[in-house]
């Protein structure tokens, strides 16, 4: 079946480590998204990319980075940078037709700083 | 700018109860989508109904609703007859103007639904 893959589910964090979080996604999608969900607010966008090797900062982009090397992943790296880490990230996709067709979205990572 | 508003935080009924969950948008252009998500427990977003802005019919779909007026930039839903398994997050999104693979997105509404 074709979907997004999110792992790990859980993620304990030291403070001042990086860590990466992975996506990968078999739906054949040119376009995909992380986000950052916190409790009792929407999602923010943190990076997107439309094609491979090109990605661009959404809303919250300080803190993290990203590549995409390959169509099917786009991993999201946590960096000592960002303050307050502790969130719901997810990832999502989509096909980049100009119609707004919206996400699918994977199951989420829970990332928590100890 | 964009932005999606739904101001009820939390929502509870009992099974069987109709409900209408709120979405109130800002946008200054005229060409536009809005969408609802549903975030159940396991945490998975799940695309329930996209609008675009120049499709002002109401949908319906099973127990579920959309009323979309422009007039005054909602785009509200309903659940008929609830059931504890739409106990869940639901978001309210709506595009960026000039990506519309880019989407702004309400603080989500969540709905419990008892026995």
């Known amino acids: 079946d074709g979907g997004i893959t999110q792992s790990p589910k859980y993620l304990f964090r030291k403070e001042g480590q990086n860590v990466t979080l992975s996506c990968e996604q078999n739906?054949?999608?040119?376009?995909m998204y992380w986000y950052r969900q916190d409790p009792g607010q929407g999602l923010r966008l943190i990076y997107y990319s439309q094609i491979v090797n090109d990605f661009q900062k959404g809303d919250i982009a300080e803190g993290y980075s990203v590549s995409r090397e390959k169509k099917e992943s786009f991993p999201l790296t946590v960096t000592s940078a960002q303050k307050n880490p502790t969130a719901f990230y997810l990832c999502a996709s989509s096909i980049l037709i100009r119609k707004g067709y919206g996400y699918t979205f994977g199951s989420g990572t829970r990332l928590t700083v100890v | 700018a964009q932005k999606v508003t739904q101001a009820q935080t939390e929502i509870s009924v009992v099974e069987k109860e109709d409900v209408t969950l709120d979405c109130v948008y800002e946008?200054?252009?005229?060409?536009?989508?809005l969408f609802w998500y549903k975030q159940p427990p396991s945490g998975e977003l799940v695309f329930l109904i996209r609008?675009?802005?120049?499709?002002?019919q109401n949908e319906i779909s099973g127990r579920y609703s959309w009323n979309f007026q422009k007039s005054t930039s909602s785009f509200n839903f309903t659940i008929t007859a609830s059931q504890v398994v739409d106990s869940a997050v639901y978001f309210c999104a709506l595009s960026d103007p000039n990506n519309f693979n880019k989407f702004y997105f309400g603080s989500g509404t969540k709905l419990n639904v008892k026995p």
């Open positions: 739906l054949n999608h040119d376009a």
């Open positions: 609008r675009n802005s120049f499709d002002e």
């Open positions: 946008t200054r252009d005229t060409t536009y989508y």
